[in-house]
């Protein structure tokens, strides 16, 4: 079982980082599949914190090689700075490859983001401005610039011209800004492809290769289910593929490969910027989880919305991604609450729906169906195994694998690496190299 893709099954931020972070200790590669610096993943250890933009949580495992490949749109500015602060704090980035095929972000990108999202007003969609959305939108129209192009600074010039013309002509004239100046920005990447030219080459083969030889492959997602371009809430998505799929669209590696399929889940639900959201709490309990959760987007910074797990949601997310289990996360965040909602389906002008709406009218303004739990106040934050977690806490879990119709096989305690229980129901020993464990579970 060499393939195995990790991914948000809610509307990201659900701790995908930490969980990467685990199975990597046993992987040979861990390849990151789409999205781009719009994304953050956080990995504790001890006392220290990592953040996490463009490279794979591998990383911080020198024996795995990571990938970035070419489904993912590179901002090299903030790569090189991530580089750099794994560097300063130990880190050896000598096994990071990056796709020749993946795009870069360019600063007109980000310029065009920022000013078109403003333009929107009560409409925004609520994206992080860092020209996701703008790099994939010329991704699509073919006039995108490539990490290979850093390669050939002619090539890159040549393209640089071609593509400010019209950027300039629309940051003038339709947002009545400054334009950008070509000679100032080919220097700035010019630099950077000094510093990470090293890195690029096509990591399809490498990738294949790996699969091929029945190595370890973890394929890491950004982002969640929910905001997938083509199934998740559109409009309020993000500009890639999220969901299982993406893994082979964005590596070069065929759906056969895949193995198995692990979709993270928080034991309640978050999301940011705008968009739909059923089972938002606005009152003191939501700031409650927002508070003891540290929901707080690791990328800007921004409060995530807080709510109730939502079935729907999961199920779906279940079933797009074909997912074998769930690895739920941060579930010692409840404890404390004298009750706690799961939501079980959405009620709209008397109709009842158990799964997703068919129209975004319905689900923007539907009543959430709840069934309600007994909380718990026992410290749970050192619990190693399923049968030591206190009873009602038992139940709430045993609950959402009788609705989701999966198996939770991960339970996060807590935010450290070894603050996490392992259930038979993951078949680890299929994700092992050499009979050992990862380090966290010892």
């Known amino acids: 079982m060499p393939g195995i893709v990790l991914l948000g099954a809610q509307w990201g931020d659900e701790g995908k980082g930490r969980i990467t972070d685990l199975l990597a200790c046993n992987m040979d590669m861990v390849v990151r599949f789409q999205g781009g610096n719009n994304a953050g993943h956080t990995v504790i250890t001890g006392n220290e914190e990592f953040r996490l933009h463009h490279i794979p949580s591998g990383i911080l495992n020198p024996s795995t090689l990571c990938v970035i490949g070419n489904g993912v749109v590179v901002n090299p500015e903030v790569l090189i700075s991530e580089i ?33 999202e403003q333009s929107l007003g009560k409409e925004k969609i609520g994206t992080t401005k860092k020209g996701i959305g703008p790099v994939y939108a010329d991704k699509a129209y073919r006039t995108g610039i490539r990490a290979q192009d850093l390669l050939d600074l002619k090539i890159f010039k040549a393209k640089l011209e071609s593509a400010l013309k019209l950027k300039n002509a ?26 990470i030219g090293k890195y690029i080459t096509d990591t399809s083969f490498m990738i294949n290769d790996y699969l091929n030889e029945g190595k370890m492959v973890l394929f890491e997602g950004a982002q969640g289910a929910m905001l997938d371009i083509e199934h ?26 895949l193995d198995k399929i692990i979709g993270i889940a928080k034991a309640y639900t978050t999301r940011v910027g705008s968009g739909p959201f059923p089972t938002e709490i606005e009152d003191s309990t939501g700031e409650y989880l927002r508070e003891k959760g540290h929901e707080y987007g690791t990328t800007t910074g921004r409060a995530r919305r807080c709510g109730w797990l939502d079935i729907p949601v999961l199920k779906y997310s279940a079933m797009i991604n ?30 009842i729906f158990e799964n997703i709406p068919p129209h975004q009218t319905i689900m923007h303004k539907c009543r959430p169906i709840y069934s309600v739990f007994k909380g718990w106040k026992e410290d749970i934050s050192s619990v190693k195994e399923f049968n030591n977690l206190p009873l009602n806490t038992k139940k709430y879990i045993e609950e959402i694998e009788k609705l989701s119709k999966l198996p939770v096989s991960m339970i996060s305690v807590g935010p450290e690496r070894n603050q996490i229980i392992i259930r038979d129901s993951l078949d680890f020993d299929s994700l092992l190299k050499d009979g050992k464990k990862p380090l966290l579970v010892l």
């Not at 560097?87 to 980000?110: F, Q």
């Not at 800004?177 to 010019?190: G, H, M, R, V």
């Not at 998740?232 to 490969?257: E, L, R």
Request: one cysteine or more; aromatic letters at 8%; glycine letters at 10%.
């Open 232 to 257: 998740g809430t559109y409009p309020f998505v993000t500009s890639s593929p999220t969901i299982a799929g993406g893994a082979s669209t964005g590596t070069g590696v065929g759906p056969k490969k």
């Open 84 to 116: 750099v602060e794994l560097n300063k704090k130990g880190i050896n980035t000598e096994n990071l490859r990056i796709s020749g095929n993946s795009h870069l972000v360019m600063p007109y990108h980000i310029v065009l983001d920022t000013a078109g």
């Open 322 to 351: 074909s997912l074998d289990c769930i690895a739920l996360t941060k579930i010692d965040v409840l404890t404390g609450l004298d009750e706690i909602n799961i939501c079980t389906g959405y009620e709209y002008n008397g109709k």
């Open 170 to 195: 629309i940051i003038e004239k339709v947002y009545n800004l400054s334009p950008l100046d070509i000679d100032d920005i080919f220097e700035k990447y010019k630099i950077y492809s000094e510093k």
